[in-house]
C-alpha cells in the first residue's frame, strides 16, 4: 500500500512539473545552448578569415596601416572574450560580446571599402577567394543569430507567461539576453532623399 502511495505521489510530481514549465524551462535552455554554440562557431569561423585577408591586403596597399591596425586590434577584443554559455546569464558580458562583434564588422566593412581602391588587390585569386569565403560567413553569422533569437523568444515568453513565471521565479530562471540592432536609431529614421530640388 505505502508503494502504491510513493508512485501515485510520484506520478503527481512529475505532472506538476510538465503542467508548471518546468520541462520547457529546461528543453528552452538546451535549445538557447545550441544556438549559441552555433552563432559563436560562425563569429569564431570570420575571426579566422581575419588574419589572412590583413595579409594578403597588406601585400598590395601596406600605406593603410591604420585600417589594418584597426582590423588586427578588433579581432584581438573579439578572442579576449569567452563565449561560453555562462555569457548568456549575464547581459553586460552579452553586451560586451555584441559590442566587439560589432567592433570587428565595422573595422572589417572598411577594410574592404579601401579594397575597392586597388584593382590589382580586387582582381587577386586569395582575395576574391576570401571574400567569398567572408560573404559566406556573414550570411551563416545572420542565420544563426535568428535561430538564437527565436529560441530566446520562446524562452523569454515562458519566463513572463502565467502559471509558468511562477515556476521561473521558484527555481531562478530569468530572461535572457538577445541581439539588438547596434544602430536602431539611425535605421528607424526613413533617409531623406534629395534630388537636388530647391
Same mark, same amino acid.
Given at each position: ?23 520547457? %524551462? /529546461? ?16 563569429? /569564431? ?5 581575419? *588574419? ?29 572574450? /569567452?563565449?561560453? *554559455? ?10 560586451? %560580446?555584441?559590442?566587439?562583434? #560589432? ?15 586597388? *584593382? ?12 567569398? /569565403? ?47 540592432? #547596434? ?16
Amino acid at each position: 500500500m505505502a508503494r502504491l502511495s510513493l508512485t501515485a505521489m510520484l506520478a503527481v510530481f512529475v505532472l506538476t512539473l510538465n503542467g508548471c514549465g518546468y520541462n520547457a %524551462f /529546461q528543453a528552452g535552455d538546451e535549445s538557447i545552448k545550441a544556438h549559441w554554440a552555433e552563432v559563436v562557431n560562425q563569429y /569564431q569561423r570570420r575571426a579566422d578569415l581575419v *588574419p589572412n585577408l590583413v595579409n594578403v591586403v597588406k601585400g598590395y596597399a601596406a600605406h593603410e596601416k591604420e585600417i589594418l591596425e584597426n582590423v588586427t586590434l578588433a579581432r584581438s577584443r573579439v578572442a579576449s572574450i /569567452q563565449a561560453t *554559455p555562462e555569457l548568456l546569464n549575464d547581459p553586460k558580458a552579452f553586451a560586451a %560580446f555584441q559590442q566587439a562583434q #560589432a567592433g570587428l564588422q565595422g573595422a572589417l566593412s572598411r577594410l574592404i571599402a579601401v579594397a575597392e581602391n586597388y *584593382p590589382q588587390l580586387k582582381a587577386d585569386g586569395v582575395f576574391r577567394d576570401l571574400m567569398a /569565403q567572408l560573404e559566406g560567413t556573414e550570411n551563416r553569422i545572420t542565420v544563426a543569430r535568428n535561430r538564437y533569437i527565436k529560441a530566446v523568444e520562446g524562452y523569454n515568453v515562458t519566463v513572463r507567461s502565467f502559471p509558468s513565471n511562477l515556476t521561473a521565479i521558484v527555481f531562478g530562471y530569468t530572461v535572457k539576453p538577445t541581439f539588438e540592432v #547596434a544602430n536602431e536609431k539611425e535605421i528607424s529614421t526613413a533617409p531623406k532623399v534629395d534630388f537636388g530640388q530647391k
